[in-house]
């Protein structure tokens, strides 16, 4: 009885260090196949075909049901221009120049989430902006998007509010241009306001 217990231990022991060790190495694979420019992450190495196993594992565990990036790119922060983690207890503004929305053949949206993923509730029910958003350009044709708890006087339509807490932005671009392609096209910094 005693022998068949240390054999029911071992197993579970292996069992562990084998689930552990597949976690270190997905995250030095998701880490090696991430690209981090202005604080925003992307990958677009995900769905491609030949993938190895590694590296289906670790996209389906960091972006279960992606798109290949032909279809779709996705870049994510938690973090500002500075590298502190974005918190609604601060305003922050997204500025985009003129000319330097995100480039696609479809459509862009932004959208803010807890640091889990999950919706922020908010009392205008808005959780993401985007291309067919109506926002309102600057004179300069630059588009901002205000990101705060408390609604930015007259610039409400370009407003994304955001929680009492920490909190994460998901900019995805659909059918995206050869610039995202390309890897020439980099989402601006997330700015604090002053």
Not at 161 to 190: C, N, Q, S, T, W
């Amino acid at each position: 009885m005693l022998s068949d217990s240390h054999v029911v231990q071992g197993i579970i022991v292996g069992g562990v260090l084998a689930f552990l060790t597949a976690q270190i190495i997905m995250n030095a694979v998701v880490k090696a196949m991430t690209t981090t420019v202005n604080g925003w992450s992307t990958t677009t190495k995900c769905g491609q075909p030949g993938n190895g196993i590694l590296l289906r594992a670790a996209c389906a565990r960091t972006l279960p049901a992606t798109n290949v990036v032909q279809e779709a790119a996705y870049w994510t922060t938690t973090v500002d221009s500075a590298g502190r983690r974005l918190s609604g207890q601060r305003d922050y503004v997204l500025h985009f120049p003129s000319g330097h929305l995100p480039p696609n053949d479809a459509f862009w949206s932004l959208t803010m989430t807890d640091v889990v993923g999950y919706m922020v509730s908010n009392p205008t029910d808005r959780s993401s902006v985007g291309s067919r958003s109506g926002l309102v350009p600057n004179a300069d044709g630059s588009i901002d998007i205000y990101l705060q708890r408390a609604a930015p006087a007259g610039h409400e339509s370009n407003w994304l509010p955001a929680p009492a807490g920490y909190f994460k932005l998901m900019l995805r671009a659909y059918l995206p241009g050869r610039a995202i392609l390309d890897g020439e096209y980099h989402v601006p910094p997330v700015m604090k306001v002053q």
